[in-house]
């Protein structure tokens, strides 16, 4: 079961907040971008994405003209839309040696502004007539590694928490690159995308 429910049913206990002011969020579309499952040699895979030009159409079952070949474990509608902060490329680039491009970790939205520690599962954003809802830390599996060719890429992001996370749709709309998506509402001040993560890959029961 998804975070996002747990939370939802009261299954997850949210530590009280301090008083913490809420605080508005901004978060620009540098670029919007989908692919079709493809054959390689390695495995048919969805993840190599493209940028859009113009508008994206997101629905409640996911991107127009975006597919995915793993339904089990991509898609769906906690998993519509894939979203990756744009700064954590400078530490990719880095890292991987190589010149890489928006949506190179396969997101649909390439963002600017937020990370996974400002980032909330179960915030509510809006661009337009577009509602989104973070729904969960996006889990990085090997054929991210395929994507690069290179294997220690999956346990980076998963220690260094750089993993992006989906959202859900509460109202179709369009994205398109050089919008803004605005908080709206903060359902669960207290769980990051990064505290998320590190429920899923700690030992720690409390984090």
Known sequence: MFLW???????????????????????????????????????????????????????????????QADLKSHGGPDKAACCYPLEHYPYWLERLGKRIWAHSFGENLSLKGATEDDICVGDIFECGQLILQVSQPRRPCWKLARLHDRKEIVLWAQDTGKTGWYTRVLQPGVAVAGARLQLSERLFPNWTISRANTLIYSKNPNP
């Open 5 to 67: 429910h747990y939370l939802a049913q009261g299954k997850l206990r949210d530590r009280k907040s301090s008083d913490t002011e809420f605080q508005i969020l901004k978060l620009d579309i540098y670029s919007v971008g989908v692919g079709k499952p493809v054959v390689y040699d390695w495995g048919t895979s969805g993840i190599r994405k493209h940028p859009v030009d113009g508008a994206l159409a997101i629905f409640e079952t996911g991107c127009e003209g975006d597919g």
